[in-house]
């Protein structure tokens, strides 16, 4: 099963609040798992990534944890802001020689709302 | 370096009418590929490439139709519009495995 599910749909924090946003996969073949950012009217953006050999990463303030045995990650945002609202997307995928190789299963999304 | 350019931004068709997005890329990557984002849908993978002359089908390919005859060009077409293709598209690329994508802008479609 190729699933990523994302949890919650959509959440609304107040400014230097911290959203947290949940993915679980069922596929233990999956060892890259990348998070994008998407502002109204423009394309996702990578924002940034993990893979299952660390337990988190942190860029800035945006922080990945990750569980390997219970098979979940999330997206942790430190002192929110207004900008930081967009809609989040976790991913995964795993790495093999073929041509499926290169695809990215996508949760479906989590909508972010900072409000001041 | 534009990366990706997708073209037009927004499109208005009726149903029947036949029409090609664009997606055009100077980054030189293998993988471009093809989404729509439908509220509540997320990303849902049309069609996709890994090279010049190979396609395959995504999760959702009915009524589309792809091509890839060079590295940078990778045009999807609508050959007959219908109001359920009403959506944003999404043109995506990668080096490779384990790397992020690198998406266009969007052009956003209408079929009434």
């Known amino acids: 099963q190729q699933q990523v599910k994302q949890s919650p749909q959509s959440l609304i924090v107040q400014k230097g609040g911290i959203p947290i946003i949940n993915c679980a996969y069922e596929?233990?073949?999956?060892?890259?798992f990348p998070w994008y950012q998407q502002f109204p009217g423009k394309g996702p953006a990578l924002l940034i990534a993990?893979?299952?050999?660390?337990s988190e990463k942190k860029e800035g303030r945006f922080t990945i944890s990750f569980n390997k045995s219970a098979k979940q990650f999330s997206l942790h945002i430190m002192d929110s802001q207004p900008g930081d609202s967009a809609t989040y997307f976790c991913?995964?995928?795993?790495?093999?020689?073929?041509?499926?190789?290169?695809?990215?299963?996508f949760g479906k999304g989590t909508k972010l709302s900072v409000i001041p | 370096n534009a990366g990706v350019t997708q073209t037009p931004k927004f499109q208005v068709l009726k149903t029947g009418q036949s029409m090609t997005l664009q997606c055009a890329q100077d980054?030189?990557?293998?993988?471009m590929s093809w989404y729509r984002q439908d509220p509540g849908m997320g990303l849902r993978l049309i069609h996709y490439?890994?090279?010049?002359?190979?396609?395959d089908q995504g999760e959702v390919p009915n009524g589309y139709n792809v091509s890839r005859s060079t590295t940078e060009d990778f045009p999807l077409r609508l050959l007959s519009a219908a109001p359920s293709q009403t959506s944003v598209y999404f043109c995506?690329?990668?080096?490779?495995?384990?790397?992020?994508?690198?998406f266009g802008s969007g052009t956003r479609l209408t079929v009434v």
């Open positions: 995506a690329i990668s080096t490779g495995t384990g790397r992020g994508y690198t």
């Open positions: 596929n233990t073949a999956f060892d890259y």
């Open positions: 993990i893979r299952p050999d660390v």
């Open positions: 991913a995964a995928s795993r790495t093999y020689s073929g041509a499926g190789s290169y695809q990215l299963t």
């Open positions: 980054m030189n990557h293998e993988y």
């Open positions: 490439s890994v090279g010049a002359g190979i396609t």
